[in-house]
């Protein structure tokens, strides 16, 4: 094989290997699609240089011309350069997850058996399982781990234009943390009476806080004095520190 014929038949390696899966990577980024998807959704230019998905790229000797590409294949960036949101098949939410909960619920015990998944412009970004015992964190929620992960890969900490599965309706906590991500849309499989069925409750919660957070017997609220934190207040609005 000449010279000529390798030149010629590079972009058909190229294409050829960028099917085969990334067995290097761990967590949400597991193929090249996925790595395509996940980076299509903002510019090359905005992401930091830290992220699980540039390490990934090193990993597998990925040039920026690659993720150009399979962004047009994908088609998730309109001309103009804006996000298109399409509609996300719910049958294939779940089919994004159970696997997951499956194992880290029922095989390693990392948590409850609840998942969740955040997809831009109908395309998966990031997972989530519950992972409330492996991690020793009360607040490892599914859908939080998975607005941490989605944040992560998309390098921002605005999910504007994303979509949410859960597979159990979201507890308030989840509930407030969707909220603050900008995430708009939620699906949901399972309803609270599910959950309660297994043990796990949240109506206490709900009733604190509409109850206008009142309970004593559940939270005690107690106000001191805040003089000092109000300096630091004026100096960050004298500073004009980002809102979000």
Not at 81 to 90: A, V
Request: net charge neutral; charged share 20%.
């Amino acid at each position: 094989m000449n010279i000529r014929v390798l030149i010629l038949a590079l972009p058909l390696f190229l294409l050829l290997g960028l099917r085969a899966p990334v067995a290097e990577a761990s967590g949400t980024i597991d193929d090249t699609t996925t790595l395509a998807r996940a980076f299509a959704s903002q510019e090359q230019s905005k992401f930091p240089k830290n992220t699980q998905l540039n390490t990934v790229l090193r990993q597998k000797n990925m040039p920026e011309v690659t993720f150009k590409s399979l962004a047009e294949r994908v088609n998730t960036v309109s001309n103009t350069g804006d996000i298109k949101m399409t509609s996300t098949p719910q049958r294939d939410m779940q089919q994004d997850i159970v696997d997951d909960i499956r194992k880290s619920a029922l095989e390693l015990g990392n948590g409850g058996p609840f998942g969740a998944v955040v997809y831009k412009n109908g395309i998966l970004v990031a997972k989530g399982v519950n992972s409330v015992l492996v991690q020793h964190d009360p607040t490892a929620h599914a859908e939080i781990v998975a607005i941490r992960n989605a944040c992560q890969v998309l390098g921002t900490h605005d999910l504007s234009g994303c979509e949410l599965y859960a597979t159990g309706y979201p507890c308030p906590m989840c509930m407030s943390a969707i909220i603050w991500a900008n995430i708009r849309k939620v699906y949901y499989s399972c309803d609270y009476q599910d959950a309660e069925r297994l043990g796990f409750r949240d109506a206490h919660i709900s009733r604190f806080l509409q109850g206008n957070c009142q309970d004593a017997g559940l939270l005690q609220l107690q106000p001191v004095d805040k003089s000092a934190i109000l300096k630091i207040y004026d100096e960050y609005l004298q500073k004009h520190g980002t809102i979000y």
